[in-house]
Nanobody, 124 residues
Framework: QVQLVESGGGLVQAGGSLRLSCAAS????????MGWFRQTPGKEREFVAV????????DYADSVKGRFTISRDNAKSTAYLQMNSLKPEDTAVYYC?????????????????WGQGTQVTVSS
């Protein structure tokens, strides 16, 4: 089992920045690719970003490319999402997730573990 706890959400003005953290406990953190997703009321959860087990590869949703950066620190068992140039449409509950799949499959299969989410609100 892996437990994931997000933090760092809050209220920010458009154009501002936030850094989300996802602290993991349980099984070996480096065994999992880590991802960030977001969800707004009435909509499906959508993919935001993913990072491979040893940070060699990343992938982003088109809507956040150039503004968001995913990273991880395996020694601290923590993943991060740096969000810059935030827009009101980035408002959502942000979730981190862990995936044991290989990198080639990580966007195709279900995610193994999820956090409880942290609210990000961007005011215009």
């Amino acid at each position: 089992q892996v437990q994931l706890v997000e933090s760092g959400g809050g209220l920010v003005q458009a154009g501002g920045s936030l850094r989300l953290s996802c602290a993991a406990s349980g099984r070996t953190f480096s065994s999992y690719a880590m991802g960030w997703f977001r969800q707004t009321p009435g909509k499906e959860r959508e993919f935001v970003a993913v990072i491979s087990r040893w940070s060699g590869s990343t992938d982003y949703a088109d809507s956040v490319k150039g503004r968001f950066t995913i990273s991880r620190d395996n020694a601290k068992s923590t993943a991060y999402l740096q969000m810059n140039s935030l827009k009101p449409e980035d408002t959502a509950v942000y979730y981190c997730a862990a995936n044991s799949a290989t990198w080639s499959n990580v966007r195709r299969v279900g995610w193994d573990y999820w956090g409880q989410g942290t609210q990000v609100t961007v005011s215009s």
